[in-house]
């Protein structure tokens, strides 16, 4: 029973540490080479795990084929664009300007339901709102919405940056800070500014509207 919980928690350990090594690439949306690799993994691990016949230095050795083969095929990719293309496929328009383009649909196997549903978890209502709908090689889906359909920016309604106050996901905060952070708002900056903006605006309306009712009234003004 302890050999086989060693064998095990080694195997687990030795997956782990192989992971690690290949980086954050390995743990994002898989690509078909990855998917393969990660595959060849649990299978190896599982096998050594719970064959006992099976050597323990075998799975050593298959897990470390497996790690040079990613490492080897990642930088094959990263210097040959040709070569990434054909190991991991190329990305595939599905809609262009609002339209869907059914013969990359027949030829990626994608029905207009799948379609559909990428598009609502995307939060997209209209399709004539989408300039671009690309699946992705790694069969992900992206969205690129118009120009026009674009959301208001805090850059378009004059918005401040968020002040110190806020609790921005971009910073590594401790668990202590994060917790601190529970409760306090950074749009105090923000409201000032969005309403200093709209008085100028109104400012600006009516000192138009009081040159348009001058020019008017004026005798010299033509009728």
């Known amino acids: 029973m302890l050999e086989f919980t060693l064998r095990v928690a080694g195997m687990y350990f030795l997956a ?14 898989l690509g078909p080479f990855d998917f393969v690799v990660m595959t060849g993994v649990g299978d ?13 230095y075998e799975g050593i ?13 990642g930088y094959l990719g990263l210097k040959s664009g040709r070569i990434s293309n054909l190991i991991s496929g190329i990305p595939v328009i ?5 339209k869907i383009i059914k013969e990359n649909l027949a030829r990626e196997k994608f029905n207009v339901d799948d379609l559909m549903q990428e598009l ?11 300039e671009k709908g690309i699946l992705e090689s790694c069969g992900g889906f992206s969205v690129i919405i118009k120009e026009e359909e674009e959301a208001v920016s805090r850059k378009d309604l004059g918005i401040k940056k968020a002040g110190s106050s806020s609790l921005l996901t ?9 917790f601190a952070h529970q409760g306090d708002s950074g749009d105090e900056e923000a409201i000032p500014s969005l309403m200093d ?3 100028n605006m109104e400012d600006q309306l009516n000192h138009i509207t009081g040159l348009i009712e ?10």
């Not at 782990?16 to 949306?29: F, Q, S, T, V």
């Not at 050795?61 to 790690?67: D, G, I, P, S």
């Open 197 to 199: 903006r709209i008085k």
């Open 170 to 178: 971009i910073e590594q905060l401790s668990r202590a800070e994060i």
């Open 44 to 56: 190896t691990v599982i096998s050594v795990a719970l064959d006992r016949s099976m050597p323990y």
């Open 61 to 73: 050795v298959v897990l470390a084929t497996l790690a040079v083969l990613e490492y080897f095929i």
């Open 94 to 98: 599905l809609i262009d300007n609002g």
């Open 16 to 29: 782990l540490i192989m992971i690690r090594l290949l980086g954050k690439r390995a743990l994002g949306e």
């Open 214 to 223: 001058h020019q008017k009234s004026s005798p010299n003004s033509p009728t």
């Open 120 to 130: 609502r978890k995307k939060g997209v209502r209209n399709i004539h709102d989408v």
